[in-house]
């Protein structure tokens, strides 16, 4: 072994590992800031449930009805809150490295198994345990893991936990942040929706000019629609999940 070939694995062996810290703590930091984020805007959720309790306390013509869905999202707002907490501890006190998804995968199956022996009547145990399953097969490639669990919450719900057998069919498309829903259709319907205008007679006594004016307002004016009809069911799903709190 030459010499310069032992410099250099001194300093692979050597520098290697902080290498590994590096990323690790990385990584960790992000998740951290993220799961920041997730509380904060929870604490908001939180006080703004708060002044409608009040309120409605106070109203005489409130009804108790409409009272009671109230405190059930403050249950819920505030199990979402105890879970962030209980992640950012768990990153912080025992993620030294290797990849963050299969660490919370393992995290929240011990939370799951802790829960169950402690607080069975809870549905903490429950949550956890298909959230575990959940982020083990399903995520994309380079899909955030906190992002996916955000997203596996707000249509889950903890109060109600959903199997994530329900979150897949949820998720047929998405970007690695957001998710959205597919509309299945028989093969042979393929293309029908749009053969009427396909078979229209074409006008060609029009300006080139025009047509190129024409196709970039049909294209921004689909982009838009697209980008609408993606948030309406990305707030559809989202509502879903909570309105069984309520």
Same mark, same amino acid.
């Given at each position: 072994?030459?010499?310069?070939?032992?410099?250099?694995?001194? #300093? *692979? +062996? #050597?520098?290697?590992?902080?290498?590994?810290?590096?990323? @690790?703590? /990385?990584?960790? %930091?992000?998740?951290?800031?993220?799961?920041?984020?997730?509380? /904060?805007?929870?604490?908001?959720?939180?006080?703004?449930?708060?002044?409608? *309790? =009040?309120?409605?306390?106070?109203?005489?013509?409130?009804?108790?009805?409409?009272?009671?869905?109230?405190? /059930?999202?403050?249950?819920?707002?505030?199990?979402?809150?105890?879970?962030?907490?209980?992640?950012?501890?768990?990153?912080?006190?025992?993620?030294?490295?290797?990849?963050?998804?299969? +660490?919370?995968?393992?995290?929240?199956?011990?939370?799951?198994?802790?829960?169950?022996? =402690?607080?069975?009547? &809870?549905?903490?145990?429950?949550?956890?345990?298909?959230?575990?399953?959940?982020? &083990?097969?399903?995520?994309?490639? +380079?899909?955030?893991?906190? &992002?996916?669990?955000?997203?596996?919450?707000?249509?889950? #719900?903890? !109060?109600?936990?959903?199997?994530?057998?329900?979150?897949?069919?949820?998720?047929?498309? #998405?970007?690695? %942040?957001?998710?959205? $829903?597919?509309?299945? *259709?028989?093969? &042979?319907?393929?293309?029908?929706?749009?053969?009427?205008?396909? /078979?229209?007679?074409?006008?060609?006594? $029009?300006?080139?000019?025009?047509? *190129?004016?024409?196709?970039?307002? @049909?294209?921004?004016?689909?982009?838009?629609? @697209?980008?609408?009809?993606?948030?309406?069911?990305?707030?559809?799903?989202?509502?879903?999940? !909570?309105?069984?709190?309520?």
């Amino acid at each position: 072994m030459t010499k310069n070939t032992m410099i250099c694995l001194f #300093t *692979i +062996f #050597t520098f290697f590992p902080f290498f590994c810290w590096g990323m @690790a703590h /990385q990584q960790g %930091r992000q998740a951290l800031q993220q799961l920041e984020l997730l509380k /904060q805007n929870l604490h908001k959720k939180i006080s703004w449930v708060d002044i409608r *309790i =009040e309120k409605s306390l106070r109203s005489k013509d409130e009804k108790l009805s409409q009272i009671e869905p109230l405190g /059930q999202l403050r249950k819920e707002y505030l199990l979402r809150l105890d879970l962030y907490n209980r992640l950012g501890l768990g990153i912080e006190s025992y993620f030294k490295g290797g990849e963050l998804k299969v +660490f919370l995968t393992g995290y929240l199956l011990k939370l799951s198994e802790i829960e169950l022996k =402690e607080n069975p009547q &809870d549905s903490l145990w429950r949550f956890a345990l298909y959230m575990s399953r959940a982020l &083990d097969k399903v995520p994309e490639r +380079f899909e955030q893991p906190i &992002d996916f669990i955000s997203a596996y919450v707000s249509f889950s #719900t903890l !109060l109600e936990p959903k199997p994530p057998e329900d979150f897949i069919i949820s998720r047929n498309y #998405t970007n690695g %942040r957001d998710f959205a $829903v597919g509309s299945p *259709i028989e093969r &042979d319907q393929i293309g029908q929706k749009e053969l009427p205008t396909l /078979q229209a007679p074409i006008k060609i006594q $029009v300006k080139t000019t025009d047509i *190129i004016k024409a196709a970039g307002a @049909a294209g921004a004016a689909g982009a838009a629609g @697209a980008a609408g009809d993606s948030n309406q069911g990305l707030s559809k799903d989202s509502n879903q999940g !909570l309105s069984k709190d309520s």
